[in-house]
């Protein structure tokens, strides 16, 4: 009897306790849904480090223009891109980590019922147009990409798209974008814009000096689309040093820069200045040699040769200022802008001002950048290797070299450059394992999982080898 009466009780105590416990179930320090603020930042930091990475499982093409060398690992440094599937590496970060985040991130914006109208509106602009400079990193890498089904999330055999209408699609959206954005209303915070901390003025800038670059890239094949889209974007495009697009890494991990991480944090000794870009900077007594390269073990700038046995010793090291944990990276810039101004009066567009001008402006803002003076850079400008009206060469290999030697730390961007403009020529590196390559060819598990596309993409585009040249690529 007792048992039954403590059993009663026991059930009076419970109903007469009882209340909704489902919050408990609610995790609230892993949300179910990620907000779109953080993906963006995600997807634009993994941008960012993989553009300015110089691991060898990630990104080359410091050794593809000739400004850097190795001491030891020379498969990447000769053109073998293959051995640690570079291209791999570089596809899946450009679709699973950029491109897939950022299409999720627009996603949640589209369906967010509290965001103002403009703020919706600026924010998927935003999305928008780092979608773009993503899909002209793959389409300027690879040539025929899959983009009109890439994010399909159901379709695991996505086809390829023709690598021009992609380009030309690109331009496009650009114009769009810039269409939509209102610097009036806010776009996203400046915890979540990692590159213009909020300001949406700053993504009109980059929004016009991205279509310019796009549409440079295709001047040589289509000279028409080029003209209207740079005609269209230079008063907008970036017009100072102070509108650049720059993500500032911090000192502590996990925000340091990757150089930082590539040579200080996993001690390699590996990478050293080459001799290409280290005589040039000599004979023209760059002030920003200093900054670019540090002396060697007798206090002298050595270059070391690309693809070869180099001893650490002897051969200039980079520079801390290149690799320290802070140091900034530049996503688009006004050296860059005014690089494009210059090409564009040179090819006839109706853009202000004399390409002599923009190519001294292009010139004294890199000099600054790196920590130069203004009167260091008009020493430099004055010099008759480097004036305009003097130094070597048609106007394609003035502006080539003086751009290779500035997007130092943009290898991505001066790779393009060398295969669009076709200047400077460099030396191939000692035991090349093929010809320069102007293209990565694409990856294994494609062949494997995605057969019949890739293979249809691969004779589209003449064969898939890393010397096919882009559609674009004509001289």
């Known amino acids: 009897m007792k048992k039954v009466i403590i059993f009663f009780i026991g059930m009076l105590s419970l109903a007469a306790c009882k209340k909704d416990i489902s919050s408990l179930n609610t995790d609230t320090k892993n949300p ?4 779109a603020g953080p993906l963006f930042s ?11 990475s110089a691991s060898v499982n990630v990104n080359v093409f410091r050794f593809t223009v000739s400004h850097w060398a190795m001491t030891t690992y020379q498969d990447e440094a000769r053109y073998d891109f293959t051995t640690r599937t570079i291209p791999q590496i570089w596809f899946r970060t450009m679709y699973t980590d950029v491109l897939r985040n950022l299409n999720n991130s627009a996603e949640l914006v589209a369906a967010d019922p509290l965001l103002a109208a403009g ?9 928008d147009i780092m979608q773009v400079a993503t899909y002209s990193t793959l389409v300027n890498t690879f040539g025929n990409i899959p983009y009109s089904e890439g994010l399909d999330k159901g379709n695991l055999f996505p086809k390829y798209d023709d690598a021009k209408t992609v380009s030309l699609d690109l ?5 769009n974008d810039i269409t939509k954005l209102n610097a009036a209303s806010d776009g996203f915070s400046a915890t979540a814009d990692i590159i213009n901390k909020g300001s949406v003025a700053k993504w ?3 929004a016009n000096t991205l279509r310019m670059q796009q549409g440079l890239i295709l001047a040589d094949v289509d000279d028409a689309t080029a003209r209207a889209a740079v005609q269209a974007s230079d008063a907008g495009a970036i017009s100072s040093a102070a509108e650049n697009s720059i993500f500032n890494y911090l000192t502590g991990a996990p925000s340091q820069n990757p150089l930082f991480v590539d040579i200080v944090t996993e001690a390699r000794g590996d990478y050293v200045v080459a001799e290409d870009l280290m005589n040039k900077l000599l004979a023209l007594s760059d002030p920003r040699l200093p900054q670019y390269a540090a002396k060697n073990s007798v206090g002298v700038y050595v270059g070391g040769v690309v693809g070869s046995g180099n001893t650490l010793s002897i051969i200039s090291e980079p520079a801390p200022k290149v690799y320290a944990a802070d140091a900034p990276s530049v996503v688009m810039d006004y050296v860059e802008t005014e690089f494009y101004r210059a090409e564009a009066v040179e090819r006839g567009y109706a853009v202000a001002g004399s390409a002599e001008g923009h190519y001294k402006n292009a010139i004294t803002a890199s000099i600054l950048f790196w920590g130069g003076t203004a009167e260091e850079a008009a020493a430099y400008l004055a010099q008759p290797a480097v004036a305009y009206a003097t130094a070597t060469g048609t106007w394609k290999e003035k502006i080539g070299t003086q751009k290779w030697i500035a997007l130092y730390s943009r290898p991505f961007n001066g790779w393009t450059e060398m295969r669009r403009l076709d200047f400077p020529k460099i030396t191939p590196p000692a035991s090349a394992t093929s010809a320069y390559p102007t293209r990565f060819t694409y990856p294994s598990n ?4 995605n057969g ?7 004779a589209a585009i003449g064969g898939d080898k890393q010397t096919t040249k882009l559609f674009w690529d004509k001289f």
């Open 446 to 449: 494609e062949q494997q999982l």
């Open 42 to 52: 995600f997807a634009t930091k993994a941008y960012v480090d993989a553009m300015t």
């Open 171 to 175: 331009i496009k959206r650009l114009g």
């Open 119 to 127: 703020v919706k509106a600026n924010q998927l602009a935003i999305l």
């Open 204 to 206: 009109i800038k980059f």
């Open 32 to 35: 179910p849904v990620v907000p």
């Open 452 to 458: 019949t596309n890739y293979a249809a993409a691969a």
